[in-house]
């Protein structure tokens, strides 16, 4: 049965023109880029900072009139940053960033197979005061927990989407995995899932 009732093809929906005459629902319905999302709040005078997820809210509650929610927080003046040169002894400072100075490091110390990972990142983010020794000893302390596969958080559609295709399609190629992806986040959106 078609939307009409009929028995027959039914009309493929196509994703409509991302414009600020779109309804909020209608907005989440459909996968858009951070670019043409960002595009429309510029449009429409809307906050662009934030995620992807957050600037999604405010269009959907900006396009149907409600309130916006609240702002994100502004980011605090960047810290003072580690200069080079550093070694094991050096302390990590409040707000330090994963910068190119401690990946220089970590590549010297670990070995080319390193690279920051959420097990890193949290641990730079959240150890001001520990040394880059205590960051290399923690690299050594979660390779077990590296190695186990992972689930790619929402945010991440594309990758979440091209992981799950090519468990389905093993011998499947990455032009095929994208072909894929263009023509899944063409279609609209199932209720409570993307």
């Not at 990972?117 to 205590?134: K, N, Q, V, W, Y």
Request: charged share 20%; with cysteine; proline share 8%.
């Amino acid at each position: 049965m078609n939307e009409n009732g009929n028995a027959g093809a039914t009309v493929a929906e196509s994703r409509p023109p991302l414009t600020a005459g779109l309804t909020g629902a209608e907005l989440q319905r459909w996968y858009w880029t951070l670019d043409e999302l960002t595009g429309l709040a510029r449009t429409m005078g809307v906050a662009r900072s934030g995620g992807k997820a957050a600037l999604t809210t405010r269009l959907a509650a900006a396009l149907d009139g409600r309130p916006l929610p609240a702002a994100p927080a502004r980011r605090r003046p960047a810290a003072a940053q580690l200069a080079g040169p550093v070694d094991g002894g050096t302390v990590i400072p409040p707000g330090q960033r994963c910068s190119q100075v401690l990946r220089g490091y970590f590549v010297e110390e670990i070995g080319p197979g390193f690279h920051f990972d959420a097990f890193m990142r949290e641990f730079i983010a959240r150890s001001p005061g520990r040394t880059l020794a205590d960051a290399v000893a923690h690299w050594h302390a979660t390779r077990p927990d590296a190695a186990r596969p992972r689930e790619i958080a929402e945010q991440f559609e594309f990758n979440r989407f091209t992981a799950a295709w090519h468990r389905r399609n093993p011998a499947g190629t990455r032009a095929q995995a994208r072909e894929a992806w263009f023509a899944h986040r063409a279609l609209p959106r199932t209720p409570g899932g993307a």
